[in-house]
């Protein structure tokens, strides 16, 4: 076993992200992972067809983590879209594992509880944001969180916060976070109207 080379060394991931890797037990890069990791390394924007339990969430998260690398400054970097908040707690617990051997910080933003603790988070410094799109703007709005350093954008879901009528929410975040930024869209189905938005929110999708 020593001597196999492990395959998600051909992601040319750094150290912290292996051990992170083999902790969770994962052995091999699942189909989604094979294809989207590369991609988003390289800077692209990524458009994944892959429904829940394909290993999307590790497909975006590793490429997230590589880019950010350490925790710097007090400002999101990252910002992670989900239209639920037991998605958003999903995708944050993924983001804490696969970066338990770095140091950065993960906040996860929802509603259905008060919004102190959040608030509390945010003001301690935050590397990667994972949110609903509702309370994020809550909290927004509330001047809680500064967006100038926002280098990366993942929605995830993309077709379920569409049918659930997030596109509103969707289009005024678009509007304040800053343009220039790599831009990862996962959807389990690729309707028509998952392909629209696509093109609006999506820079030469691979
Ligand atoms: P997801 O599709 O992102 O919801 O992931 C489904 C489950 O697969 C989660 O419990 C992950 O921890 C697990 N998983 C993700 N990638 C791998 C992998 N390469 N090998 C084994 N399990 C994985």
């Known amino acids: 076993m020593e001597n196999q080379a492990n395959p998600f060394e051909q992601f040319k991931l750094n150290r912290q992200l292996l051990d992170a890797i083999a902790d969770a037990g994962y052995t091999e890069p699942t189909p989604i992972q094979e ?17 829940t339990g394909t290993g999307k969430t590790a497909a975006f998260v590793l490429p997230l983590l590589m880019k950010l690398k350490y925790a710097q400054g007090a400002d999101p970097r990252a910002l992670i879209l989900a239209p639920t908040r037991e998605l958003v707690m999903q995708i944050a617990k993924a983001a804490e594992e696969l970066g ?10 929802y ?4 919004p102190k603790a959040q608030i509390e988070a945010l ?17 927004y709005a509330k001047g809680e969180i500064v967006l100038k ?3 990366t954008m993942v929605l995830d879901e993309a077709d379920k916060m569409l049918d659930m009528g997030f596109m509103p929410q969707i289009r005024r975040i678009l ?13 389990a189905t690729f309707q028509e109207k998952v392909e629209k938005f696509s093109y609006e929110f999506l820079e030469f999708p691979m």
């Open 35 to 51: 294809q989207a990791i590369p991609l988003a390394m390289a800077g692209h924007d990524v458009l994944g067809i892959a429904q």
């Open 100 to 109: 338990s051997h770095t140091d950065l910080r993960i906040v996860a933003l």
């Open 111 to 114: 509603g259905g509880v008060g």
């Open 123 to 139: 003001r301690q410094g935050v590397d990667i944001l994972v949110t609903t799109p509702q309370r994020f703007l809550d909290l």
């Open 149 to 151: 350093h926002i280098k």
């Open 175 to 187: 509007e304040v976070i800053p343009t220039k930024r790599q831009n990862l869209l996962f959807s």
